[in-house]
């Protein structure tokens, strides 16, 4: 169990993480400098990632102590941290370039950085993607800032959080990124002209890129100057999401989105479940490590800290936006958890069945994860099973917001 101190440190953590994030101005970004740009206006950004305390060594030692980054952690924040979109280069067999456009679909003003397609040139991409909702290219990552309901250290906040924690769940792991702000006016520009183009001027994301159009046009005079912009208003602030790949809408655990949404939440089978106060030791199941066991009991501990997480954190946006992956996982000896994300078997590879089957449940849409035979046989023989993963990949929407789930109850 949590001690008080250690809890007391949490919260001055994540508080430290917002007023590091809110100061107007900072000689030095916040975490560890990965990557370093200049702006065509000869503006300096960066790209940083915030470190994570460790409360155990902090706690002992009575100074901050940070934990060290995974190999994931280090290898997705050299990905997105290494998206140049000043760099004028197309994309070849040895070089993947990227590009910048106005995210266009949803609510959320943000930045979608995708990968620029061989076929396409830049000069194309910009003039023609660009203007359209669904963008061609791999996406690296998304942009956002505090706007609308967006928070830059909810969304820098929560994968640290839960590491803290030490949670199960999946989370893609954030980082810290400014831009010239110039050069964010040109973007906002294009997406202000686009969402009205596209979903009409009344539409709820043409308002949203009105809003930081406006900011980015007179930062002196936007009530939200603090949270968005630094060095005397150049650069502006907010957090890179690296995107995810195969996750599927976590219906289940998700409950109904007609209506309230945080109280439908709570007749879910598993909120049921979790908040029981039956023991566990009276369910009738088996101490196995099987399929079946392994999924209910990974649920529930991902429910229960779903539940912790979006109260300590006033998440305002969680329901309908839960996502799973599917993982092979692994009960180690040590009481631990491996996880091995799951390969999909290709289209080419699909049996007649098979593609009769996946072709159905994308016109139902269903999701089918039809596996990856040669994977599937050699982590089964190793005692792996297969299990739905829950990941929260939208938790932009925290820390300053109204709190939906003490709202619920």
Same mark, same amino acid.
């Given at each position: 169990?949590?001690?008080?101190?250690?809890?007391?440190?949490?919260?001055?953590?994540?508080?430290?993480? $917002?007023?590091?994030?809110?100061?107007?101005?900072?000689e *030095?970004? @916040?975490?560890?400098?990965?990557?370093?740009?200049?702006?065509?206006?000869?503006?300096?950004?960066?790209?940083?990632?915030?470190?994570?305390?460790?409360?155990?060594?902090?706690?002992?030692?009575?100074?901050? /102590?940070?934990?060290?980054?995974?190999?994931?952690?280090?290898?997705?924040?050299?990905?997105?941290?290494?998206?140049?979109?000043?760099?004028?280069?197309?994309?070849?067999?040895?070089? !993947?370039? &990227?590009?910048?456009?106005?995210?266009?679909?949803s609510?959320? @003003? $943000?930045?979608?950085?995708?990968?620029? #397609?061989?076929?396409? %040139?830049?000069?194309?991409y910009?003039?023609?993607?660009?203007?359209?909702?669904?963008?061609?290219?791999?996406?690296?990552?998304?942009?956002?800032?505090? /706007?609308?309901?967006?928070?830059?250290?909810?969304?820098?906040?929560? #994968?640290?959080?839960?590491?803290?924690?030490?949670?199960?769940?999946?989370? #893609?792991? %954030? *980082?810290?990124?400014?831009?010239?702000?110039?050069?964010?006016?040109?973007?906002?520009?294009?997406?202000?002209?686009?969402? +009205?183009?596209?979903?009409?001027?009344?539409?709820?994301?043409? =308002?949203?890129?009105?809003?930081?159009?406006?900011?980015?046009?007179?930062?002196?005079?936007?009530r939200?100057?603090?949270?968005?912009?630094?060095?005397?208003?150049?650069?502006?602030?907010?957090?890179?999401? @690296?995107?995810?790949?195969?996750?599927?809408?976590?219906?289940?655990?998700?409950?109904?989105?007609?209506?309230?949404?945080?109280?439908?939440?709570?007749?879910?089978v #598993?909120?049921?479940?979790?908040?029981?106060?039956?023991?566990v030791?009276?369910?009738?199941?088996?101490?196995?490590? *099987?399929?079946?066991?392994? =999924?209910?009991?990974?649920?529930?501990?991902e429910e229960?800290?779903?539940? /912790?997480?979006? *109260?300590?954190?006033?998440? =305002?946006?969680?329901?309908?936006?839960?996502?799973?992956?599917?993982?092979?996982?692994?009960?180690?000896?040590?009481?631990?958890?491996?996880?091995?994300?799951?390969?999909?078997?290709?289209?080419?590879?699909? !049996?007649?069945?098979?593609?009769?089957?996946?072709?159905? &449940?994308?016109?139902?849409?269903?999701?089918?994860f039809?596996?990856?035979?040669?994977?599937?046989? %050699?982590l089964?023989?190793?005692?792996?099973?297969? /299990?739905?993963?829950?990941?929260?990949?939208?938790?932009?929407?925290? +820390?300053?917001?109204?709190?939906?789930? +003490?709202?619920?109850n």
């Amino acid at each position: 169990m949590k001690t008080p101190q250690k809890y007391a440190l949490i919260f001055i953590s994540l508080s430290l993480c $917002g007023a590091a994030l809110s100061a107007p101005k900072t000689e *030095t970004p @916040p975490g560890e400098i990965q990557t370093s740009f200049e702006s065509p206006n000869e503006i300096s950004e960066f790209c940083s990632l915030p470190r994570i305390l460790n409360t155990e060594g902090s706690l002992a030692g009575g100074a901050n /102590v940070f934990a060290a980054f995974t190999a994931a952690d280090l290898k997705s924040t050299q990905k997105v941290c290494a998206a140049d979109f000043y760099d004028t280069r197309e994309s070849t067999d040895d070089v !993947t370039a &990227a590009v910048a456009c106005p995210k266009l679909g949803s609510t959320n @003003p $943000g930045v979608m950085i995708h990968e620029l #397609p061989k076929t396409i %040139t830049r000069a194309k991409y910009l003039a023609e993607e660009c203007k359209k909702e669904d963008q061609a290219g791999d996406m690296i990552a998304k942009f956002k800032q505090s /706007v609308s309901c967006s928070s830059t250290p909810a969304i820098l906040g929560y #994968p640290r959080m839960a590491r803290i924690l030490g949670t199960q769940i999946e989370f #893609p792991f %954030t *980082t810290y990124r400014s831009m010239d702000r110039l050069k964010h006016l040109e973007i906002a520009t294009e997406g202000k002209a686009s969402a +009205v183009r596209l979903q009409g001027a009344t539409s709820l994301i043409a =308002q949203t890129w009105g809003m930081i159009l406006s900011d980015d046009t007179n930062p002196s005079k936007s009530r939200r100057r603090s949270v968005l912009f630094k060095e005397e208003d150049s650069l502006l602030f907010g957090a890179l999401v @690296p995107d995810t790949k195969g996750e599927e809408v976590y219906y289940y655990a998700n409950g109904s989105t007609i209506g309230d949404r945080a109280a439908k939440f709570q007749l879910t089978v #598993p909120f049921a479940q979790v908040s029981s106060a039956t023991p566990v030791s009276q369910w009738g199941m088996s101490k196995d490590f *099987t399929q079946a066991n392994a =999924q209910k009991m990974i649920l529930l501990r991902e429910e229960g800290d779903l539940i /912790v997480l979006d *109260t300590m954190l006033n998440q =305002q946006d969680r329901f309908g936006n839960l996502h799973y992956r599917e993982f092979y996982v692994k009960l180690m000896e040590d009481g631990s958890l491996d996880w091995i994300l799951g390969k999909k078997k290709k289209d080419a590879d699909l !049996t007649a069945a098979e593609r009769t089957a996946s072709t159905a &449940a994308k016109k139902a849409k269903k999701p089918l994860f039809i596996p990856e035979v040669e994977q599937k046989e %050699t982590l089964t023989a190793k005692g792996y099973v297969r /299990v739905q993963r829950m990941l929260l990949k939208d938790n932009d929407c925290g +820390v300053s917001k109204e709190n939906k789930m +003490v709202e619920a109850n």
